[in-house]
Each structure stands twice: as structure tokens, then as C-alpha cells.
């Protein structure tokens, strides 16, 4: 069973940058379609950022240009770049991975992904 530990949350003032990590264990890494959502305090979780096996990206609107999702086979790890950060992105942030034939309209659904890490938080000062 695929284990997902994010890393790399923190506190950071607006327009600062952060680099959040996922570490994968126990399945094939490369294997997997790979994503990161999002969940702010009495909002449900949203979708962030996906890339698949092939390395396929996909954002969402509120992040696109700001965000920048990869992965590195390599290391079992999965990154999402952050930068120009708003006050609007904090939330504890999740990764998580689907192991199924890749829908890209199916992506921004939580139901999409198989496994999911514990999270992490990061919080945007203004």
C-alpha cells in the first residue's frame, strides 16, 4: 500500500515562496498519477495541482502561473513550487495519488485518488 508523507509547510509573509514535498513508500512511485489539494478552515478540500505518469500538468485557475507541480521518479517524491503567495492560500495542503487509468475531467474529484497523505499547513501572512 502506496504511504504519502508532505512535508514543507510553514508560515510565510504574502509574495514569499515555499516548496512542498511528498514522499512516497511502499508501492512504485512512477506508477502513480499524483496530485495536491488543498483544505482551508470550513472549506472543502479543493484541488490544487495534478500531474500524471507521463508528466502531464494540470492547476487549477487560482494558482496557475504561481504554481508549478513536479515529480522525480528518482527520489519517490512529488513537489508543488509555490510562489507569489496570497493570504487566500493557506490550507493544509494533502497530496495523493491514483493508481487507475488517468480521466483528466476526473481530476479536481477527491474520489480520483487512491491514497492521501497526512498534510501539511501553510499560512500566508498579509
Known amino acids: 500500500q502506496l504511504q504519502l508523507v508532505e512535508s514543507g509547510g510553514g508560515l510565510v509573509q504574502a509574495g514569499g515562496s515555499l516548496r512542498l514535498s511528498c514522499a512516497a513508500s511502499g508501492g512504485t512511485f512512477s506508477s502513480y498519477n499524483m496530485g495536491w489539494f488543498r483544505q482551508a478552515p470550513g472549506r472543502e478540500r479543493e484541488f490544487v495541482a495534478a500531474i500524471t505518469r507521463s508528466g502531464t500538468t494540470y492547476y487549477a485557475d487560482s494558482v496557475k502561473g504561481r504554481f508549478t507541480i513536479s515529480r522525480d521518479s528518482a527520489k519517490n517524491t512529488l513537489y508543488l513550487q509555490m510562489n507569489s503567495l496570497k493570504p487566500e492560500d493557506t490550507a493544509v495542503y494533502y497530496c495523493?495519488?491514483?493508481?487507475?487509468?488517468?480521466?483528466?475531467?476526473?481530476?479536481?474529484?477527491?474520489?480520483?485518488?487512491?491514497?492521501w497523505g497526512q498534510g501539511t499547513q501553510v499560512t500566508v501572512s498579509s
Open positions: 495523493a495519488a491514483d493508481r487507475g487509468p488517468w480521466r483528466s475531467d476526473l481530476r479536481g474529484l477527491t474520489t480520483t485518488y487512491d491514497y
